[in-house]
């Protein structure tokens, strides 16, 4: 499975794009990320563009709210691997940029980012229980997944 963030609006504060099912050609979800910066700066850096394979996270925090949360389809965090200079990149629900430090949140509504400083998503549950059952399968199959992340 190959999946496609395309960044189109970087904020002050916010990232706002899509997600998209590139073998498929679907679109997922919304997407809101931290700002680009050139120096990371913790919790507050959109992650570089590029290629990650997506592996699926069975420890932490966020696992074991997400286990309770999602019972009936959680099998583990959607975890980006690999990326340089970060560690645990996760794809979950949230609403601003205030909800991640480095990951990408998903939803089915999105507000202009240039307006809004933070960024919103909305109806972030309703989107991640969509997208993560066919994602996690297809990572409990063995099947190889990735996802490109790309600025417009």
Request: aromatic share 10%; hydrophobic share 30%.
């Amino acid at each position: 499975m190959k999946l496609e963030v395309i960044r189109f609006s970087s904020g002050t504060d916010s990232t706002n794009g899509i997600l998209l099912n590139k073998t498929d050609n679907k679109f997922l979800a919304y997407t809101l990320e931290d700002e680009y910066r050139s120096e990371k700066k913790y919790g507050e850096t959109r992650i570089p563009d590029g290629t990650y394979k997506l592996g699926l996270r069975k420890v932490g925090g966020y696992n074991a709210k997400y286990s309770k949360r999602f019972a009936d389809i959680h099998t583990g965090m959607l975890h980006v691997l690999n990326v340089p200079g970060f560690e645990y990149i996760l794809i979950h629900c949230g609403n601003t940029d205030e909800h991640t430090a480095g990951c990408l949140l998903v939803g089915d509504s999105q507000e202009n980012n240039q307006i809004t400083k933070d960024g919103f998503i909305g109806k972030s549950t309703q989107a991640y229980k969509r997208i993560y059952p066919p994602i996690a399968k297809a990572l409990e199959d063995g099947e190889e997944v990735t996802i490109t992340y790309k600025s417009l």
